[in-house]
């Protein structure tokens, strides 16, 4: 731990570069997010039909059809042979997301996302403990029960449940029983668990990290000799535990961040003052060497900021 570490969270990336180039991949993101909520609420509210549906399943100018390959996979599994649109449409979106990172969805489409930062970000100010928490691979394990009862009951049964999709039928529909779901993931977030439901529990979170793990884009500890312990990285990532095999690896070791559950979100580039870290491809060998001789302190126990 250092002096640093003190400090607010991403301040010394501010006076060293400015608040908009701390927070660019933050923006973007949140850019992202609104672009495409909104390219599906043109048509419910103002009549322009861009795009029909929602992420679950849309088509777009009435030739692109793009299908959720999880909701896909789960109709599969219900026994129902998706039409062909609508399987162009999976292996389309899951190509990409195969290519780019599947947690991409997570971060930068997934309208949850802003829901749980802000749960997040409530959840310090109060000044929380950080709760129960269950196990990483409980959301595969819920992404397991959510095929076994869609076989079982012959429906698409994430879909009766799924937060993202009730979120888009409140906008569309106003306020009802769809905003319980959504408030109930937000009070989970910032009351039970932090960072619970992105984290732990969403099957579809788990699905796209699987469909990603061999994604071509990645983020790089490149620079990692220069990093001044502050620990801001570990405070912002939502999945923190991918930055240490990275950022502490031995000389020699990859500084690629390779994990499947990384959402490529960016916010370790941003809060860096150091410039540590930046995006680049799984095919970038570059080695910065490690400190040598150095022990250093796991971010779990050793970094108020990540706690």
Known sequence: MTDKTKLAVGQEAIETFGWLRAHRFLLLRRASQAFFLVLFLLGPWFGIWWVKGNLSGSLTFNILPL?????ALQGLMAGHWPELTAL???????????LIGGRVYCSWVCPINPVTDGAHWVHDKLGLQKGWQPKRTTRF????????????????????????????RGLIFGMGFAWTFV????????????????????PVGAFYGLLGSK???????????????CMDCFAVCPEMQVITPALRGKEGDTPLILSPDCTNCGRCIDVCAMDVF??????????????EQRKRTQPATGASKAA
Not at 278 to 291: I, S
């Open 88 to 98: 162009i449409g999976a292996i389309i979106v899951g190509a990409v997301y195969a």
């Open 141 to 168: 394990w819920v992404m397991g029960m959510v095929l076994v009862a869609s076989v079982a009951t012959g429906t698409i049964a994430w879909e009766f449940v799924n937060p993202i999709s009730m979120l888009h």
């Open 215 to 229: 994604s071509v884009v990645r983020i790089s500890a490149v620079e990692r000799a220069a990093c001044d312990d």
């Open 278 to 291: 930046k995006f680049t491809t799984r095919f970038d060998d570059t080695h910065a060497p490690a400190r």
């Open 183 to 202: 408030i109930a993931v937000f009070l989970f977030d910032v009351f039970v668990s932090r960072r619970g439901w992105c984290g732990h529990l969403c």
């Open 67 to 71: 299908t959720d390959p999880f909701i």
